[in-house]
């Protein structure tokens, strides 16, 4: 009798421990997305998102890299709240921008958004980091109508001079993350 009661109060402590489940991470797919992922064009909303993280002064003439500057959350009050400070860094030839994330994009976690501007004004590259690794990435990516694989950039074709492609890899930080990156060549 006193091992079901046992049982019975395990039972009951589980049941409310379910009821407090940490918190589920937003879904930021409405903010997040591609118009066509078969050529990695970017939708408006995400556009705008990613325009507004880099400040691009075209006045400041004295040296071309110094024209960039970390910007701005452009995300609703309550999913700006997911998005961590956007962090510049310089590099000899390119300047890289990144922000933390918390949500998800396509059903997968993501952790980070890259954006990357080499010197002189060429297009770059804009990789969004999940929390998994390419392995786990890849299907659901697939399904969603990115023409990707694992650990080589596929071509999408030479709009305005520029050879666009697509690329899935596992994060060179974490073996446990990976990048879907876009960009020009």
């Not at 395990?10 to 407090?20: I, N, Q, V």
């Not at 921008?97 to 994009?105: A, C, D, N, R």
């Not at 697939?142 to 080589?152: S, T």
């Amino acid at each position: 009798m006193k091992r079901i009661a046992a049982i019975a109060m395990a039972a009951a402590l589980l049941s409310g421990c379910a009821d407090r489940q940490m918190p589920r991470q937003p879904v930021l797919d409405g903010l997040l997305a591609f118009e066509d992922p078969a050529m990695c064009r970017l939708g408006a909303e995400t556009a705008r998102f990613l325009q507004a993280m880099v400040v691009i002064d075209p006045q400041a003439v004295v040296d071309p890299d110094q024209h960039l500057r970390p910007g701005r959350i452009d995300a609703s009050p309550s999913l700006a709240a997911h998005f961590g400070r956007i962090e510049m860094t310089r590099h000899d030839g390119w300047t890289a921008f990144s922000v933390g994330v918390s949500g998800t994009m396509l059903g997968l976690p993501l952790y980070a958004i890259h954006q990357t501007f080499p010197e002189g004004g060429d297009p770059g590259d804009i990789a969004f980091e999940y929390a998994v690794p390419a392995r786990a990435a890849f299907p659901v990516l697939r399904k969603h109508g990115f023409p990707v694989e694992i650990n080589r950039d596929v071509s999408l074709g030479p709009p305005e001079g520029y050879e666009v492609f697509v690329s899935l890899q596992d994060s060179p930080d974490s073996p446990d993350r990976s990048l879907l990156t876009c960009g020009y060549r």
